[in-house]
């Protein structure tokens, strides 16, 4: 083989070989190059990560509508995954959150006693310190209920002062008789207090004046039928009226705990009703709300008619003028429990408390 032959073959195989070497060298850059990227995309994945999860703050202060700092008010911060964070407001009624999540929309809600709640929602970037502005609270209205508890003596004084303003026919006093169903026991003042009303009245003067006529037209006590005679019967009638009133309205009723008024049914069967009426100057209530036997009416009567005898005509007096006072007396209390319960109440005008 020729010396140029030679050269030739020669010249393709390194031509060959460097085509080879070549071709191999492209394909160990791709690799490295390849290589180069799986590891940087973590990397520059990592790095990226790290930046958006760098840790924010969220912070604020709570008042209320005047400004001023609301202490020790609950703040919750509540996001879509993790745990509600809570604290309390400082004296300055601020308050702050840490290490919180950037980019994350947080439910925050205030509330405090007293303080209607306040929420809003808050997004903070990444390692900022974000501001919650205008957390002011408003009052709530408070709604009490409230319980007024009276004494019985205050409901009492009230109902006398009621009593009080009964007229019949607008101007007679009608004040020892009860319309309200529920009424409460009278002190010992009070049931003075009656007794002074009754007595002082000018009315009680004036029927005292027409039954000393009526008295004096039938020729009883024995006092003469002449002005001096009519003056002595309207004194005894004053006197009767006034010892009667003190025993029985007063003195005794305090004594024994009773009440001297006469209660006013006004329903029921129109024979329980005439019952009521005149069994009431026979049994009473007492203070403690229960019936008893009518001591103070019977001891009222029958020691005006004892005192009686000291101003009588000499002729009236003795047992007979006791007794029989008692029972003219004791007759027209019925009469007059039965005129209460079914005529009186119509024409009396009621006070109201």
Same mark, same amino acid.
């Given at each position: 083989?020729?010396?140029?032959?030679?050269?030739?073959?020669?010249?393709?195989?390194?031509?060959?070989?460097?085509?080879?070497?070549?071709?191999? !060298?492209?394909?160990?850059?791709?690799?490295?190059?390849?290589?180069?990227?799986?590891?940087?995309?973590?990397?520059?994945?990592?790095?990226?990560?790290?930046?958006?999860?760098?840790?924010?703050?969220?912070? =604020?202060?709570?008042?209320?509508? !005047?400004? +001023?700092?609301?202490?020790?008010? !609950?703040?919750?911060?509540?996001?879509?995954?993790?745990?509600?964070?809570?604290?309390?407001?400082?004296?300055?009624?601020?308050?702050?959150?840490?290490?919180?999540?950037?980019?994350?929309?947080? #439910?925050?809600?205030?509330?405090?006693? =007293? @303080?209607?709640?306040?929420?809003?929602?808050?997004?903070?970037?990444?390692?900022?310190?974000?501001?919650?502005? $205008?957390?002011?609270?408003?009052?709530?209205?408070?709604?009490?209920?409230?319980?007024?508890?009276?004494?019985?003596?205050?409901? *009492?004084?009230?109902?006398?002062?009621?009593?009080?303003?009964?007229?019949?026919?607008?101007?007679?006093?009608?004040?020892?008789?009860?319309?309200?169903?529920?009424?409460?026991?009278?002190?010992?003042?009070?049931? @003075?207090?009656?007794?002074?009303?009754?007595?002082?009245?000018?009315?009680? @003067?004036?029927?005292?004046?027409?039954?000393?006529?009526?008295?004096?037209?039938?020729?009883?006590? +024995? /006092?003469? #039928?002449?002005?001096?005679?009519?003056?002595?019967?309207?004194?005894?009638?004053?006197?009767?009226? *006034?010892?009667?009133?003190?025993?029985?309205?007063?003195?005794?009723?305090?004594?024994?705990?009773? $009440?001297?008024?006469?209660?006013?049914?006004?329903? %029921?069967? !129109?024979?329980?009703?005439?019952?009521?009426?005149? @069994?009431?100057?026979?049994?009473?209530?007492?203070?403690?709300?229960?019936? #008893?036997?009518?001591?103070?009416? /019977?001891?009222?009567?029958?020691?005006?008619?004892?005192?009686?005898?000291?101003?009588?005509?000499?002729?009236?007096?003795?047992?007979?003028?006791?007794?029989?006072?008692?029972?003219?007396?004791?007759?027209?209390?019925?009469?007059? %429990?039965?005129?209460?319960?079914?005529?009186?109440?119509?024409?009396?005008?009621?006070?109201?408390?």
């Amino acid at each position: 083989m020729s010396t140029k032959q030679n050269k030739t073959r020669t010249r393709k195989t390194l031509n060959r070989d460097s085509r080879a070497l070549l071709k191999t !060298t492209h394909v160990l850059l791709l690799m490295v190059l390849a290589g180069g990227l799986l590891l940087a995309v973590p990397a520059f994945a990592q790095s990226n990560q790290a930046a958006n999860t760098t840790p924010a703050s969220i912070v =604020g202060t709570v008042v209320d509508a !005047t400004t +001023d700092p609301i202490p020790d008010a !609950t703040v919750v911060l509540r996001g879509p995954a993790s745990d509600p964070l809570r604290v309390a407001t400082k004296d300055d009624g601020s308050f702050a959150f840490h290490d919180v999540t950037p980019g994350i929309a947080y #439910q925050i809600t205030v509330s405090a006693e =007293g @303080f209607a709640d306040w929420s809003s929602s808050v997004t903070a970037e990444t390692g900022q310190e974000k501001t919650v502005a $205008d957390i002011k609270l408003r009052i709530l209205a408070v709604h009490r209920a409230v319980t007024v508890n009276y004494s019985a003596k205050e409901v *009492a004084t009230q109902q006398l002062k009621a009593e009080e303003q009964q007229r019949v026919l607008g101007f007679i006093p009608n004040i020892y008789v009860v319309y309200d169903p529920h009424p409460e026991p009278l002190t010992a003042r009070m049931k @003075f207090h009656l007794a002074y009303k009754s007595l002082t009245h000018p009315s009680m @003067f004036g029927f005292m004046a027409a039954w000393a006529g009526v008295q004096q037209a039938g020729h009883t006590p +024995d /006092w003469p #039928q002449n002005a001096k005679g009519y003056g002595e019967r309207f004194g005894a009638n004053l006197a009767g009226a *006034a010892t009667e009133g003190l025993f029985g309205n007063a003195i005794l009723p305090s004594l024994l705990h009773q $009440d001297p008024r006469y209660y006013y049914r006004g329903t %029921g069967t !129109t024979g329980s009703r005439i019952l009521h009426a005149v @069994f009431a100057p026979f049994v009473c209530p007492g203070d403690n709300g229960k019936l #008893q036997p009518n001591y103070s009416q /019977w001891g009222g009567l029958l020691i005006s008619g004892a005192i009686a005898n000291t101003y009588y005509p000499s002729s009236n007096r003795g047992a007979g003028l006791v007794f029989r006072n008692f029972g003219i007396n004791m007759g027209l209390h019925v009469f007059s %429990g039965v005129a209460q319960e079914f005529i009186l109440s119509k024409f009396t005008s009621k006070g109201k408390h």
